[in-house]
């Protein structure tokens, strides 16, 4: 009997002692062939306090992973996808930050990343995303 993956999320972030949530999380359940292809992806971006702007870093980080990595090519394994849509999104990061604060790097759009893509086997990419 072949036995399906199944997987059921819950979801939540605080702010803690800080006056906003500088964080953003998503999950992607793509339909056939993406989820046989590329699997289900979870991402966790937290964004730094001392930026106004790392919580717009975390959420578009998170938007253009769950995007862009589902439209890598279907030939490129997990890894090689995932690490090509890190990159391209951390250059963006780091040219909007020298756009706008490149005087100082710790108030631009910088934040944190994991990324876990769930398929038959389990493959973790985790990274840092900094401008």
Partial sequence: MRRELQISVGQHSDKGRKPSNQDFHGVLFPKE??????????????GI??????????????????????????????????QRVIDATNSWLHSQTRRSHAEDADRGYVCTLNVVVLKKKVWLCGTSSAS
Avoid at 33 to 46: E, T
Avoid at 50 to 79: H, N
């Fill in 49 to 82: 306090s001392s930026s106004s702007v790392s919580r717009i870093a975390a959420e578009s980080t998170v938007k253009s992973f769950l995007t862009d990595y589902y439209c890598t090519s279907e030939s490129w394994s997990v890894k090689t996808s995932a």
């Fill in 33 to 46: 062939p993406l989820l046989s292809l590329k699997g289900v992806a979870v991402v966790l971006c937290d």
